[in-house]
Antibody, heavy 121, light 107 residues
Framework: QVRLVESGGGVVQPGRSLRLSCAASGLIFSDYAIHWVRQPPGKGLEWVAVISFDGTNQYYADSVKGRFTISRDNSKNMVYLQMNSLRPEDTAVYYC??????????????WGQGTLVTISS | DIQMTQSPSSLSASLGDRVTISCRASQSISSWLNWYQQKPGRAPKLLIFSASTLQTGVPSRFSGSGSGTEFTLTITSLQPDDFATYYCQQSYNSPLTFGGGTKVDIK
C-alpha cells in the first residue's frame, strides 16, 4: 500500500533553517507530483508548495516564496522541503501528499502522518 | 490568488440527517474542486475530486456537485464516523487554496 513518511520537524529559533523529508513507498513515485500542506495548531489547511513528477516545475505559496525550496530525488523516492529564514507563523504540522496528475491539477490522494515544526525562541 | 469560501464554518447535526456544505470560488475553477475530511490529530482524507467523482472506498452517502464558482458537498444520512471537519480545495491553478473548513459535530 502507499505510504508517505515525513521527518525532520522540531523546535528551531526564528531565522534559522530546517529541512523536511518525505519518504514514499508503494507507488510509482516518478509518476506523482508531491505537495506540502501545513496546518498551524488549531487552524485550517494551508497549501505550501508542489513539485512536478520529474522535478522540472515547482510552485509556492506567496507566504513561503523565496524562503522555502522543494526538491525531489526520484532515485530515492524522496521529496524535501528546505525551509530558511523561519518565522513564528511557520509553526505548523507539515504534511506531504501525492498528486496523481503529476503536475498540480490532481487531488491529494495519499497523505503522510505529518511532522510538527515549531518556531520559537 | 483564488479565494475559497466555505459555509457554514460549523454545524450541528443528528445521526441520519442530510448535511450540505457549500464552497464558493472567487473566480471560475471549472471542476477543479476537491473535498477532504479531517479528524482531530489525523491527516486529511480525500473524499471527492473533480467536483463530483467519489474517491475509491468512500461511502456513497457522500456526493459532490457544482462547477464554475459554486460547489456543494452532501452527506445524505449522517453516520457516527462522519463527525469531522471538511475542507474544499481548488486545484485549478497555483497557488492552490483551501476553504476555511466546516466542522460537523453532534447535535
Amino acid at each position: 500500500q502507499v505510504r508517505l513518511v515525513e521527518s525532520g520537524g522540531g523546535v528551531v529559533q526564528p531565522g534559522r533553517s530546517l529541512r523536511l523529508s518525505c519518504a514514499a513507498s508503494g507507488l510509482i513515485f516518478s509518476d506523482y507530483a508531491i505537495h506540502w500542506v501545513r496546518q498551524p495548531p488549531g487552524k485550517g489547511l494551508e497549501w505550501v508548495a508542489v513539485i512536478s513528477f520529474d522535478g522540472t516545475n515547482q510552485y509556492y505559496a506567496d507566504s513561503v516564496k523565496g524562503r522555502f525550496t522543494i526538491s525531489r530525488d526520484n532515485s530515492k523516492n524522496m521529496v524535501y522541503l528546505q525551509m530558511n529564514s523561519l518565522r513564528p507563523e511557520d509553526t505548523a504540522v507539515y504534511y506531504c501528499a501525492t498528486d496523481p496528475s503529476g503536475y498540480i491539477h490532481g487531488p491529494n490522494d495519499y497523505w503522510g502522518q505529518g511532522t510538527l515544526v515549531t518556531i520559537s525562541s | 490568488d483564488i479565494q475559497m469560501t466555505q459555509s457554514p464554518s460549523s454545524l450541528s447535526a443528528s445521526l441520519g440527517d442530510r448535511v450540505t456544505i457549500s464552497c464558493r470560488a472567487s473566480q471560475s475553477i471549472s471542476s477543479w474542486l476537491n473535498w477532504y475530511q479531517q479528524k482531530p490529530g489525523r491527516a486529511p482524507k480525500l473524499l471527492i475530486f473533480s467536483a463530483s467523482t467519489l474517491q475509491t472506498g468512500v461511502p456513497s452517502r457522500f456526493s459532490g456537485s457544482g462547477s464554475g464558482t459554486e460547489f456543494t458537498l452532501t452527506i445524505t444520512s449522517l453516520q457516527p464516523d462522519d463527525f469531522a471537519t471538511y475542507y474544499c480545495q481548488q486545484s485549478y491553478n497555483s497557488p492552490l487554496t483551501f476553504g476555511g473548513g466546516t466542522k460537523v459535530d453532534i447535535k
